[in-house]
């Protein structure tokens, strides 16, 4: 076996870390890896980093340009086109067929790899990969980051017609991987009850172990903080169903004695913006663009405490471990989260932090001042988290089930020969 991994990952590599650290992981023992993304502005089409190749791959080809440009010129002549082009079925027919092209274009690429392993991160890769797969009579790892199916995200911004495809997918795919990751025990279960023949490996996305946070004064000014206040800081995507909206309303009740920093990508399109314009809650938050998850570090040790709002109305976020949970814990800053049950044992066994309601602003508001209020018993939960997580929760434990999982996936692949 010739030890080589195609990574398939639609998005931006440079803000995912769980990707970067299984790649960096799996570079450092000795396997060869290309990893192949969504393009990012400034960055090549190909580099080497970290030793691993990196492939950004082009979302729009010529003929998607093509048709797109050929349609245009009909729209401007007809109000047919202009009809046609705005109706429900055509939109769907049409996302299907740019992601097929796409598909096709990742599936030329993995092939010329000659991978051994093609790792599909998340379901909407699982297809390209399982694909290489059976034609280069390699092994297929499918790396669940999320319970896909079960996430209110994915069913408000996903079609019918991909559900049915998705659904389609996983149902058939997952029990024909020769490895099924997933985040948290939780899922795994999940995944095991939704296909018996499945067995997923936990692979929980611990952060590295770093040296104890430092508070940059700089970065601190940037997220709105003036010398005394009380920092909180929420870092990952903006979206509804993480209670962004819940902790707009809740900053407008904190009398001044909390400041709020939302550091992220923004998917709701400035929705949540517009909010805090709206109610006032500007006075007391600040959004900031996102930044290299090898920076997040230093502006997570900077703030006071961290937040953690996700809602329970879905079954992913219920199961959810999030990775910011043990950022802020390996920061050394307590943890204000929502108290659903897998956040809230962590939470509550170490003593890290509090828990709270995550659909009420009221209680949300109240549980802040009182964080706030008392900034010595915070810097003593900052401290258990800490200890807590250079114990029991670092990326070094999740990277050595990984390359047991590979070094059982390569035993095998010697049987077979």
């Known amino acids: 076996m010739n030890r080589r991994v195609c990574m398939v990952v639609k998005n931006q590599l440079w803000n995912d870390a769980r990707v970067k650290k299984e790649a960096r992981a799996l570079t450092e023992a000795g396997w060869s890896l290309t990893v192949l993304a969504f393009p990012e ?3 090549p089409e190909r580099e080497t980093r970290d030793g691993m190749e990196v492939v950004r791959v082009p979302r729009s080809g010529r003929l998607r340009v093509s048709v797109r440009k ?3 010129a009909r729209e401007s002549r007809s ?3 202009s009809r046609l082009r705005r109706h429900p079925l055509k939109t769907s027919l049409g996302d299907l067929f740019h992601s097929l092209l796409y598909q096709r274009r990742l599936l030329a690429l993995a092939l010329k790899t000659r991978a051994d392993v093609f790792h599909a991160h998340d379901l909407d890769t699982l297809a390209v990969c399982a694909l290489a797969a059976r034609l280069r009579r390699a092994r297929l790892v499918y790396d669940s980051h999320e319970l896909w199916l079960h996430s209110t995200r994915h069913l408000a911004e996903t079609g019918k017609l991909f559900r049915f495809l998705e659904r389609l997918a996983e149902k058939t795919l997952a029990p024909r991987a020769d490895a099924v990751i997933a985040v948290t025990p939780g899922r795994a279960r999940k995944m095991k009850r939704m296909y018996p023949s499945v067995s997923p490996v936990v692979v929980a996305n611990y952060p590295p172990a ?3 946070g430092v508070r940059d004064p700089e970065i601190r000014r940037a997220l709105g ?4 206040d009380f920092l909180f800081l929420y870092q990952g995507i903006l979206c509804r169903e993480r209670g962004l909206e819940q902790l707009v309303k809740a ?3 904190t009398e001044g004695s909390a400041r709020v920093a939302v ?3 923004d998917a709701c399109r400035g929705a949540l913006f517009a909010l805090a314009e709206e109610l006032g809650a500007r006075k007391t938050m600040v959004f900031h663009p996102p930044v290299k998850s090898e920076e997040l570090h230093r502006y997570t040790a900077s703030a006071d405490a961290g937040l953690i709002l996700f809602q329970g109305n879905c079954l992913n976020h219920i199961l959810s471990l999030p990775n910011k949970l043990f950022e802020y814990m390996m920061a050394g800053i307590p943890v204000l989260a929502c108290d659903l049950p897998e956040i809230a044992r962590v939470v509550n066994k170490h003593g890290c932090g509090v828990t709270v309601d995550p659909s009420d602003p009221e209680a949300v508001a109240r549980a802040m001042m009182d964080m706030a209020a008392d900034p010595g018993e915070a810097r003593r939960m ?3 988290g800490r200890a807590a997580a250079m114990e029991f929760y670092t990326w070094d434990v999740s990277a050595r089930r990984l390359l047991y999982l590979y070094s059982r996936l390569e035993r095998g692949r010697r049987r077979r020969k």
Not at 225 to 228: D, N, R
Request: without cysteine; proline residues 0%; glycine residues 24%.
């Open 41 to 43: 502005e400034g960055a």
């Open 70 to 72: 050929a349609l245009d």
């Open 79 to 81: 109000g047919f086109w």
């Open 210 to 212: 770093v040296s104890g």
């Open 225 to 228: 903080a003036e010398e005394g």
């Open 251 to 253: 900053s407008t009740m």
């Open 263 to 265: 550091v992220g990508h």
């Open 382 to 384: 900052g401290e258990r």
